[in-house]
């Protein structure tokens, strides 16, 4: 009977405490999962992005019932390779997170056990791990959201529209979505890179090419495919910030020459003119994060102003909210690589929307390194509006319809190392 006993209990310890052991690895690997998934989703705000992982930890497994399963020291950020399956910790640029989950007694909330204690097995130590990547696809670098607008992606005079192994994506499924005539071109350049990324210009509806206009590869038409917005999800500013008269920094704000303006709440907008250099900080003022809320009124400037800016995000909001830069003016805007508005240099209010385009023209100095998101306004770039011209590797649109004329010059590139990755990029678990 003491040798049965012994035997009973040891078959008691395999099958309860085994089962029980499993579950809990269970636990720990799909709050390994989630962790990492908000992680890499958080980026590139690595800190966010540490406060995400820890926070659906405890969603998955409180520390009331379960103790801390998540330290800082588990939380990893490094480098996803794609092509050689390997994770690099603190490799850069930082595109991946890995997690690891524990019951154990370092953790002093070890996985108890059952039938084993009868066997001095008081407790076992489980882990779980968990990397997570965001994964570059080829996708669209110039969108047009509007579903049905006739000449949504309008391209005229011998304006130039080149991409960078991404994508023209045009949602209207008009007959004439995409227009262009003149002497024009748009072109989607493949480069020669370790990902073999491409691009495309796809149209749900149809194309109106007239006159010597060039269209390079030749459009994918009458496709009846929308790609959904690539920011819908991102939140706007918080309305609390700008919504009262009492939250006004500034109202209608005007200069000529030299001047260094701060984050803030501007009313009636921003006008700059004469000639001279308009500096834009990053930090300081009333919105320490470089955010410019740009609220019933234009951001304007004229005469030969340049307009410089490091890490800064305007936010237009209001019927008369728009952006236009005329006269010869320099622009080279960098937006935030960390914070809510990373990545974005121009954030259009989907709410209050403009009702006039946005219009923009310069001389090249770098132009707009950022997203450009206006999803319910037009966009216009006239004369000699530039992109990237060759300075950077994330130059974004999005708008509800976008035109270039004149002389327009537009270059996108969709790389946006410093921004953590392309908007069409893939969140994914990978190993």
Same mark, same amino acid.
């Given at each position: 009977m003491s040798l049965a006993a012994t035997t009973i209990v040891g078959a008691g310890a395999i099958a309860v405490d085994m089962g029980s052991l499993y579950t809990t690895r269970g636990q720990?690997?799909?709050?390994?999962? /989630? &962790? =990492?998934?908000? +992680?890499?989703?958080?980026?590139?705000?690595? @800190?966010?992005? *540490?406060?995400?992982?820890?926070?659906? %930890?405890?969603?998955?497994?409180p520390a009331a019932a379960h103790g801390a399963v998540v330290s800082g020291a588990d939380i990893t950020s490094g480098n996803w390779d794609p092509n050689t399956l390997i994770f690099t910790a603190g490799g850069a640029p930082v595109n991946a997170y890995?997690?690891?989950?524990?019951?154990?007694?370092?953790?002093n909330n070890a996985a108890p056990t059952f039938f084993a204690r009868a066997l001095g097995f008081n407790s076992r130590d489980? /882990? &779980? =791990?968990?990397? +997570?990547?965001?994964?570059?696809?080829?996708? @669209?670098?110039? *969108?047009?959201?509007?579903?049905?607008? %006739?000449?949504?992606?309008?391209?005229?005079g011998t304006a130039t529209v080149q991409t960078y192994d991404c994508s023209v994506q045009v949602n209207s499924c008009d007959t004439s979505a995409l227009r262009a005539q003149g002497n024009v071109t748009v072109n989607?350049?493949?480069?020669?890179?370790?990902?073999?990324?491409?691009?495309?210009?796809?149209?749900?509806?149809?194309?109106?090419?007239?006159?010597?206009?060039?269209?390079?590869?030749?459009?994918?038409?009458?496709?009846?495919?929308?790609?959904?917005?690539?920011?819908?999800?991102?939140?706007?500013?918080?309305?609390?910030?700008?919504?009262d008269a009492s939250?006004?920094?500034?109202?209608?704000?005007?200069?000529?020459?030299?001047?260094?303006?701060?984050?803030?709440?501007?009313?009636?907008?921003?006008?700059?003119?004469?000639s001279g250099t308009a500096?834009?900080?990053?930090?300081?003022?009333?919105?320490?994060?470089?955010?410019?809320?740009?609220?019933?009124?234009?951001?304007?400037?004229?005469?030969?102003?340049?307009?410089?800016?490091?890490?800064?995000?305007?936010?237009?909001?209001?019927?008369d909210a728009t952006?236009?830069?005329?006269?010869?003016?320099?622009?080279?805007?960098?937006?935030?690589?960390?914070?809510?508005l990373a990545g974005f240099v121009i954030f259009g209010d989907a709410d209050a929307p403009a009702t006039t385009p946005h219009t923009m023209r310069g001389t090249s100095l770098g132009g707009y390194n950022g997203f450009i998101y206006l999803p319910e306004a037009a966009l216009s770039m006239i004369g000699t509006a530039t992109g990237t011209s060759?300075?950077?590797?994330?130059?974004?649109?999005v708008a509800d319809t976008v035109d270039f004329s004149g002389t327009a010059n537009f270059e996108a590139r969709s790389t946006c190392d410093s921004f953590g990755g392309p908007p069409t990029t893939r969140v994914a678990l990978v190993n």
């Open positions: 720990l690997q799909h709050t390994a999962d /989630s &962790a =990492a998934l908000a +992680a890499v989703s958080a980026l590139p705000d690595e @800190a966010a992005a *540490t406060i995400a992982a820890q926070t659906y %930890a405890e969603k998955n497994m890995r997690v690891t989950t524990r019951r154990a007694q370092s953790n489980v /882990s &779980a =791990a968990a990397t +997570a990547a965001k994964l570059s696809e080829p996708g @669209a670098c110039v *969108t047009s959201l509007s579903p049905d607008g %006739a000449a949504a992606f309008d391209v005229g989607i350049v493949d480069l020669p890179d370790p990902d073999d990324l491409s691009g495309e210009i796809n149209i749900c509806g149809g194309a109106d090419v007239r006159g010597s206009a060039t269209l390079s590869p030749a459009p994918n038409t009458n496709t009846g495919e929308q790609e959904t917005d690539p920011f819908a999800d991102t939140p706007q500013p918080d309305p609390t910030l700008y919504d939250d006004c920094n500034f109202n209608n704000f005007s200069a000529t020459g030299d001047v260094t303006l701060s984050p803030g709440v501007y009313c009636g907008g921003i006008q700059l003119t004469g500096t834009f900080n990053g930090t300081g003022g009333s919105l320490n994060d470089g955010l410019y809320i740009i609220k019933d009124g234009s951001l304007s400037v004229a005469g030969t102003i340049n307009v410089v800016g490091n890490g800064v995000t305007f936010f237009t909001t209001g019927a952006i236009n830069f005329a006269g010869t003016a320099d622009i080279g805007l960098t937006a935030p690589t960390t914070g809510p060759g300075v950077s590797d994330c130059t974004v649109v």
